[in-house]
C-alpha cells in the first residue's frame, strides 16, 4: 500500500525537528543554487521549504509537478518569516515523480499574471493560488454557519426541484427541452419561491435552503446566471418578525466568521431612499445626502427651473479646491444616464469664503443663501441637477458614489446594513404599457393601501417587502406574501393577467390557496453577494468555484455549446 504522507506541509514546525516525515504535494518554486537544490513544496494546507541532497538533484523537476518524498525535518539556517513553517525544512533522502505538468498559463502564486479570462479557462490551477482557495474556505465556512443557526432556530432544510414550470421572479427563465413530451419544455427556478410557500400550505412552519437559482439575464461584476440563495419562508409572521429574526442571523454571520460586531440596522422607506439618495441600494458609509431644492429655487422665482420636474443637489465636503477640468472629468466619466449639460452645475465656496458658480443662474446673493440651505462649510463643493425625476436623481445618486470614490470613502471594513421598506406593489412598464409587480405578484400590499387596489392608478400602493443592502450591494430581500384570493386576483387583473392564463401559468398554485393557507412570508439572500461583502470586495466570481464569464460562457467546459443536429432532432427541436 502506499503512503503518500505522515504530515501535511502546513502543519509542520520546530516540534518537529528531528522526525523522519513523507510528504506530497505541487513543487511551488525551485532554486538551484548548483551544490544544493531548495524546493518550496506546496499542498492545500501549506507551503514547506525542501532541501535536496546531491544524489538527487540531477532529475528534472519543474513547476507543478506532483512528488512525494522521504527525509528528515531540520531547522533552517535562515528563517523565512513569510511563512509559517519558515523555521524548519525537510532534508530530502527519497524522492518519487507522482506525475509531471506542461508549461503553466499563468503563474500560481498570490500575485499572479494571469487575467480573469485565462484564470477563468483554467479555473482548476486558479484554485490552486491562495486567493481563491481562501475563498472556497470561507464559503465552506459561511455556508456551514447558516445551516446551524437556522437548523438551531427550527429552520428545515428542504430541497425543492430543478426541472419546474416559471418562476414568477421577472426575470427570463432558462428552458430545457423535453425528449418523452415533444415540444414541452421544463423551466429552470429564477428562486424556489412558489414552493417554499406550498411548503407554508403544507404546514411546515419554518423551511430554508443553500438553493441554486438561474436568471437570464447579462451577466455583471455582482450578478450571475447561475447563482445560490439562501431561501428561507416562516409561517405566521409579519414583516417585524422577519427583519428582527434575519438581522440577528446577518449579525451571527458576520460575528462567527468575521468577529466583527454590526450595529443595529438603519431601516427607511423606499420612497425615502429615493428622496435621499437616488437609489434603492444606498451605500450609507457616507452621508452627502440629496438636498431637495424644488421649493427653494420656485420661490426664489427662477424662470430656469420653473420648468423642471426636480431640482437637487449634494454638498460634497473638502472639495472646493477641485480643478473645473477634474469636475468636468468626473461628470462626463458617468455616462448613463445622459443629461444636458445645462442640466447640471457646481459651486465652490473656498476656504477663504469666497463663491465660483459654474453658472450664472443665481446672484450673488442667492448663492449665499443657497450655500447656508446646503450648510455647506467653506472647502465645499455643491453639485445642483435639475430636469427629469427619474434621470436627475440617478444621475446624482452616480455622482455621490463616484465623489466618495474620490474622498476614499468607501471603506472596505466598515459595513452599514439598512432594511428597505415599503417598496411598490407595482410598477410602470414603458415597453409593454403596463403594471409589472416590483417583487413577485405573490407579494402582498401594506394594510393602508389595499383599499387602492381599486384606484386607477396603483403605481402608489406600497407593498409588505423589504430588502437588505450593505455598502451600496442588495444582499437580499422578500416579502410578506398575499393569502386572501381576493387580493390577489385584484393585483392578477392589475398585472394584466387573465382568468386563462393565471389558470393555465399558476392555476395549481392559486389552487393550493383554497386549502387553508398560513400567513406567511420569507427572504432570500445572494450567498455569493454575501460571502464578497464580508470579505469587502464586488467582484462574486472570485468566491465561486466554476463561474461563468460575463457574458454567460463557461470557457473552460465550453458552455453554452451548439446541439449536434441528431440530438435537435432527438429533442424535437
Ligand atoms: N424569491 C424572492 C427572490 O428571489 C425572494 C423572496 O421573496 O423570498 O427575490
Not at 490551477?125 to 475563498?135: E, V
Not at 400550505?201 to 447561475?226: H, L, M, P, T
Not at 432594511?419 to 411598490?424: E, Q
Request: some cysteine; aromatic content about 10%.
Amino acid at each position: 500500500m502506499d503512503c503518500y504522507r505522515t504530515h501535511n506541509c502546513g502543519e509542520l514546525c520546530t516540534n518537529d525537528i528531528g522526525k523522519e516525515v513523507i510528504l506530497s504535494g505541487w513543487i511551488q518554486k525551485i532554486r538551484n543554487l548548483g551544490s544544493l537544490i531548495f524546493i518550496d513544496l506546496r499542498d492545500f494546507f501549506g507551503i514547506i521549504q525542501l532541501i535536496f541532497s546531491k544524489k538527487i538533484n540531477k532529475i528534472e523537476l519543474k513547476k507543478e509537478f506532483v512528488i512525494k518524498v522521504s527525509g528528515k525535518v531540520v531547522k533552517r539556517q535562515s528563517i523565512n518569516q513569510k511563512i509559517p513553517t519558515g523555521e524548519i525544512e525537510v532534508l530530502v533522502s527519497r524522492l518519487e515523480i507522482l506525475n509531471s505538468s506542461i508549461s503553466l498559463p499563468f503563474l500560481i502564486e498570490d500575485q499572479t499574471d494571469g487575467d480573469e479570462e485565462c484564470r477563468m479557462k483554467y479555473r482548476y490551477l486558479d484554485i490552486r493560488r491562495n486567493p481563491i482557495k481562501n475563498n472556497l474556505i470561507l464559503r465552506h465556512d459561511i455556508s456551514l454557519e447558516i445551516r446551524n443557526f437556522l437548523s438551531k432556530n427550527g429552520f428545515l432544510e428542504i430541497e425543492t426541484p430543478m426541472l419546474i414550470n416559471q418562476t414568477p421572479e421577472g426575470a427570463r427563465s432558462f428552458v430545457v427541452p423535453s425528449r418523452i413530451h415533444p415540444g414541452m419544455f421544463y423551466a429552470l427556478p429564477q428562486s424556489p419561491q412558489l414552493f417554499k410557500q406550498l411548503l407554508m400550505i403544507g404546514g411546515i412552519d419554518k423551511y430554508f435552503q443553500i438553493a441554486k437559482c438561474f436568471r437570464d439575464e447579462d451577466a455583471r461584476s455582482d450578478r450571475q446566471i447561475e447563482f445560490t440563495q439562501i431561501d428561507c419562508e416562516m409561517a405566521f409572521v409579519d414583516v417585524h418578525d422577519i427583519l428582527i429574526f434575519f438581522e440577528n442571523f446577518i449579525k451571527h454571520i458576520f460575528k462567527k466568521i468575521k468577529n466583527i460586531e454590526l450595529e443595529s440596522f438603519t431601516c427607511i422607506s423606499h420612497s425615502d431612499s429615493m428622496n435621499l439618495y437616488g437609489t434603492d441600494s444606498p451605500d450609507l458609509r457616507f452621508g452627502m445626502e440629496f438636498v431637495k431644492l424644488n421649493d427653494w429655487v420656485h420661490k426664489k422665482g427662477i424662470e430656469f427651473f420653473k420648468k423642471k420636474e426636480l431640482t437637487i443637489g449634494i454638498n460634497v465636503p473638502k472639495c472646493s479646491h477641485y480643478t473645473c477640468d477634474q469636475i468636468h472629468s468626473i461628470i462626463e466619466g458617468i455616462k448613463e444616464p445622459k443629461i444636458n449639460h445645462e442640466e447640471i452645475f457646481w459651486i465652490k465656496f473656498f476656504m477663504d469664503k469666497t463663491i465660483l458658480s459654474s453658472k450664472k443662474l443665481l446672484s450673488h446673493e442667492n448663492l449665499i443663501k443657497l450655500i447656508k440651505h446646503f450648510k455647506a462649510i467653506p472647502g465645499d463643493l455643491l453639485f445642483i441637477i435639475c430636469g427629469i425625476e427619474r434621470k436627475t436623481r440617478a444621475k446624482l445618486s452616480k455622482l455621490r458614489i463616484e465623489m466618495a470614490h474620490h474622498l476614499n470613502l468607501k471603506n472596505p471594513k466598515v459595513f452599514k446594513p439598512v432594511w428597505i421598506i415599503n417598496l411598490p406593489l407595482l410598477e410602470w412598464d414603458e415597453e409593454s404599457k403596463r403594471y409589472k409587480s416590483f417583487h413577485h405578484p405573490f407579494t402582498s400590499p401594506i394594510k393602508e393601501d389595499i383599499h387602492l387596489l381599486d384606484n386607477k392608478n396603483p403605481g402608489y400602493i406600497r407593498s409588505k417587502s423589504y430588502e437588505l443592502i450593505i455598502n451600496g450591494m442588495e444582499i437580499g430581500g422578500g416579502s410578506i406574501r398575499i393569502h386572501d384570493k381576493n387580493i390577489q386576483n385584484s393585483i392578477f387583473k392589475h398585472l394584466g393577467f387573465s382568468i386563462k392564463d393565471i389558470e393555465s401559468e399558476f392555476g395549481f398554485f392559486t389552487k393550493a390557496f383554497e386549502y387553508g393557507t398560513p400567513p406567511h412570508g420569507g427572504i432570500a439572500f445572494g450567498l455569493d453577494r454575501l460571502i464578497a461583502i464580508l470579505e469587502g470586495k464586488e467582484n462574486i466570481k472570485d468566491f465561486i468555484a466554476f463561474p461563468k464569464n460575463n457574458s454567460g460562457k463557461d470557457t473552460m467546459v465550453n458552455t453554452p455549446y451548439f446541439l449536434k443536429k441528431e440530438k435537435l432532432k432527438e429533442l424535437h427541436l
